[in-house]
């Protein structure tokens, strides 16, 4: 089993930035792929970034390239989502999922319980 708790959510307003953290935790944590994704209302939960957990690779969707940088601290188990000019359409609930590196949700088998994302105008 591995378990993921996400922090750093909360209402930050148009060109600010927020952090967001995910504590990983479980046995063979070293052989899974973190990712993040997001779901905003009535729209499909959407990928954001991913990160393998050895090897650093990383990958992000278009639409947050150049704005959001994953990263990870094996020594502390967690993975960083550090997000910057954060628009109002950056606005969901953000997850993070563990499992194998890919952008599509059916490869991440443990999810965290999200945390909301708010973005003023």
């Known amino acids: 089993q591995v378990q993921l708790v996400e922090s750093g959510g909360g209402l930050v307003q148009a060109g600010g930035s927020l952090r967001l953290s995910c504590a990983v935790s479980?046995?063979?944590?070293?052989?899974?792929?973190v990712g993040w994704f997001r779901q905003a209302p009535g729209k499909e939960r959407e990928f954001i970034a991913s990160?393998?957990?050895?090897?650093?690779?990383?990958n992000y969707a278009d639409s947050v390239e150049g704005r959001f940088t994953i990263s990870r601290d094996n020594a502390k188990n967690t993975v960083v989502l550090q997000m910057n000019s954060l628009k109002p359409e950056d606005t969901a609930v953000y997850y993070c999922?563990?499992?194998?590196?890919?952008?599509?949700?059916?490869?991440?088998?443990?999810w965290g319980q999200g945390t909301q994302v708010t973005v003023s105008s």
């Open positions: 990160v393998t957990w050895s090897g650093g690779s990383a």
């Open positions: 999922a563990a499992g194998s590196y890919s952008k599509w949700s059916g490869s991440y088998r443990y």
């Open positions: 479980g046995r063979s944590i070293s052989s899974v792929a």
